[in-house]
Antibody, heavy 120, light 106 residues
Framework: QVQLVESGGGLVKPGGSLRLSCIGS????????MTWIRQAPGKGLEYISY????????NYAESVKGRFTISRDNAENSLYLQMNSLRGEDTAVYYC?????????????WGQGTLVTVSS | DIQMTQSPSSLSASVGDRVIITCRAS??????LNWYQQKPGKVPKLLIY???SLKSGVPSRFSGSGSGTDFTLTISSLQPEDFATYYC????????FGQGTRLEIK
């Protein structure tokens, strides 16, 4: 079954850390570019970060640069997001997603999301 | 960063109506423009990629057009299952989403 499954969300205090994981199945994970996208409650979609298939290209949104780190383990079909120095505005559902290129880049597969709540 | 501005932010329409949602980029993004549909509590779903390419399985009442900085998503005849929020996305320079257009039943 083709799917992405996130885990690791939860309640964390401001300034705290959390590590999200995403496992891909039914896909050629090691060939795929992957991305993290978040959605604050009642708000729109926000790009966070992407990582190329061999981890040679990595990019972050300005809002998380220096605080979040994306990584992957292709042997484990796993994508990670290490989140440090968390703030209230980081509260959101975090989606793991696959990027595909066909004339342009787009997201064709999303996980179900994991909720991160930053609150004291 | 490239900013994406959708209009309108919300829209009320009836079943059978023709609906047009627009998306404007702050600079030219070539053809790197995609559209997603999201229903409450659900994961976003890709509708159209590269301005006008319909994803397999998406009904043909959905279409996209545009170039440079101005793009549109058209739903030719609204169906009950189309009431949702729609997002445009540019992937010319990393990735940016529009703020969303909420399509509601009139």
């Amino acid at each position: 079954q083709v799917q992405l499954v996130e885990s690791g969300g939860g309640l964390v205090k401001p300034g705290g850390s959390l590590r999200l994981s995403c496992i891909g199945s039914g896909i050629d994970f090691s060939d795929d570019y992957m991305t993290w996208i978040r959605q604050a409650p009642g708000k729109g979609l926000e790009y966070i970060s992407y990582i190329s298939s061999a981890s040679t290209n990595i990019n972050y949104a300005e809002s998380v640069k220096g605080r979040f780190t994306i990584s992957r383990d292709n042997a484990e079909n796993s994508l990670y997001l290490q989140m440090n120095s968390l703030r209230g505005e980081d509260t959101a559902v975090y989606y793991c997603a696959r990027m595909v290129h066909d004339n342009c880049w787009f997201v064709d597969l999303w996980g179900q999301g994991t909720l991160v709540t930053v609150s004291s | 960063d490239i900013q994406m501005t959708q209009s309108p932010s919300s829209l009320s329409a009836s079943v059978g109506d023709r609906v047009i949602i627009t998306c404007r980029a702050s600079q030219s993004i070539n053809n790197y423009l995609n559209w997603y549909q999201q229903k409450p509590g659900k994961v976003p779903k890709l509708l159209i990629y590269s301005v006008s390419s319909l994803k397999s399985g998406v009904p043909s009442r959905f279409s996209g057009s545009g170039s440079g900085t101005d793009f549109t998503l058209t739903i030719s005849s609204l169906q009950p299952e189309d009431f949702a929020t729609y997002y445009c996305q540019q992937t010319y320079r990393t990735m940016t989403f529009g703020q969303g257009t909420r399509l509601e039943i009139k």
